[in-house]
């Protein structure tokens, strides 16, 4: 069974701190896709990365593709209360996609 | 623009009883599927469609059915709940037919308890 695990798990710090929350598997993909989740409502892509050592920014969310293609790490500059989420990675293997079981995220004003 | 729509929202079954779970997209989605998300588990699949008339399993297909009459409907069906059924549902489309390489458009979920 190929599995994507995520850390932390929890994790819950003050607006304007810097975090770095991890994807990893020891099986390579060939493409990996970051999820944002909000109470009460489905999952919506942020960013699909597809080459070994991809960087792809969104604003102040920073994403990388391992060299391998067997993890990515998600990193987000000065945190905001509006980042405070599910943060969900999924990658495609045997044209489905596995999913990792999420890092909460939580911004305090 | 609606997107995938599903409901009902919230449902409360006691044990044995049976219901459906209805999923409509408005995107001329090929591919769409059905998850549950539980606590510290992630999502996982229960049955995918590659297009109309098509459906296959996932990786939790014990105790539910669907079909896939149209392209824009796949309903979920509980023949007879079961409260490890009880979790939050989420229906999701995707332009691929396959689904492998793109965006998964999900809807809003539905949480649904067994007693």
């Known amino acids: 069974t190929q599995l994507l695990e995520q850390s932390p798990q929890f994790l819950s710090i003050q607006e304007g701190e810097n975090l770095t929350v991890y994807c990893n598997s020891s099986?390579?993909?060939?493409?990996l896709q970051w999820y944002r989740q909000e109470p009460g409502e489905g999952p919506v892509l942020l960013v699909t990365?597809?080459?070994g050592g991809e960087v792809k920014k969104l604003k102040r969310l920073t994403f990388q593709f391992g060299d391998a293609r067997k993890d990515s790490s998600l990193h987000i500059t000065a945190a905001q209360p509006g980042d405070t989420g599910l943060y969900l990675c999924?990658?495609?293997?045997?044209?489905?996609?596995?999913w990792g079981a999420g890092t909460k995220l939580i911004i305090k004003p | 623009n609606a997107g995938v729509t599903q409901t009902p929202k919230f449902q409360v079954l006691k044990t044995g009883q049976s219901m459906t779970l209805q999923c409509a997209q408005d995107?001329?989605?090929?591919?769409m599927s059905w998850y549950r998300q539980d606590p510290g588990m992630g999502l996982r699949l229960i049955h995918y469609?590659?297009?109309?008339?098509?459906?296959d399993q996932g990786e939790v297909p014990n105790g539910y059915n669907v079909s896939r009459s149209t392209t824009e409907d796949f309903p979920l069906r509980l023949l007879s709940a079961a409260p490890s059924q009880t979790s939050v549902y989420f229906c999701?489309?995707?332009?691929?037919?396959?689904?492998?390489?793109?965006?998964?458009?999900f809807g809003e979920g539905s949480r649904l308890t067994v007693l």
């Open positions: 999701a489309s995707s332009y691929s037919r396959q689904g492998y390489t793109g965006e998964l458009f």
């Open positions: 995107m001329n989605h090929e591919y």
């Open positions: 469609s590659v297009g109309a008339g098509i459906t």
């Open positions: 099986s390579v993909f060939s493409s």
């Open positions: 990365v597809v080459t």
């Open positions: 999924a990658a495609y293997s045997n044209y489905q996609l596995i």
